[in-house]
């Protein structure tokens, strides 16, 4: 036997809305851990790994990102769908980059992108999905091959971004 649930929103008992559903049948979760970041610094060259700081952010739903640490903090346990992409900058034609995503103090993968010759910027993107538990740290490290290269600071060149999947 089949029931329709008709209702346009959907609370907890505290009151907090989960999800709603408009007239059009679209489906908003207003809490859902959402976030995307961008430094307006440029990331000097370092041939360690440096953490980035994310200084500004486009959209922070639940304020779980940290722009004065550059970090996400999962409020829940789930699957996150987490990405960083970079532009960089350098004059030296043997140059790469190289950006981890770090859980907690561990290393969970990374990207490099190298420079094509005769050119004086590239771009390297990072994404994939994870398994978090709830208060476990989400950073970025950059490090590069060469002096020069660093990470082009503003909205347009870096962006570290995620969500809950569920």
Do not use: C
């Amino acid at each position: 036997m089949a029931s329709i649930l008709k209702v346009n929103e959907i609370q907890h008992t505290g009151g907090t809305s989960a999800l709603t559903v408009d007239s059009s049948g679209r489906i908003l979760q207003p809490a859902k851990p959402v976030f995307s970041a961008y430094t307006t610094n440029t990331i000097a060259y370092n041939a360690a790994a440096q953490f980035i700081v994310f200084n500004q952010t486009r959209v922070n739903q639940g304020n779980h990102f940290n722009t004065s640490t550059g970090e996400f903090t999962a409020p829940v346990d789930g699957v996150y769908s987490v990405g960083f992409k970079w532009e960089s900058n350098s004059s030296s034609p043997t140059t790469y980059s190289e950006a981890s995503l770090y859980i907690d103090s561990t290393e969970e993968m990374y990207a490099i992108s190298y420079l094509i010759s005769n050119s004086t910027e590239y771009s390297g993107n990072l994404q994939t999905i994870v398994s978090l538990n709830a208060n476990q740290i989400l950073r970025i490290y950059y490090r590069s091959s060469s002096n020069g290269a660093g990470i082009l600071g503003g909205k347009a060149y870096n962006s570290f971004h995620g969500y809950l999947i569920g």
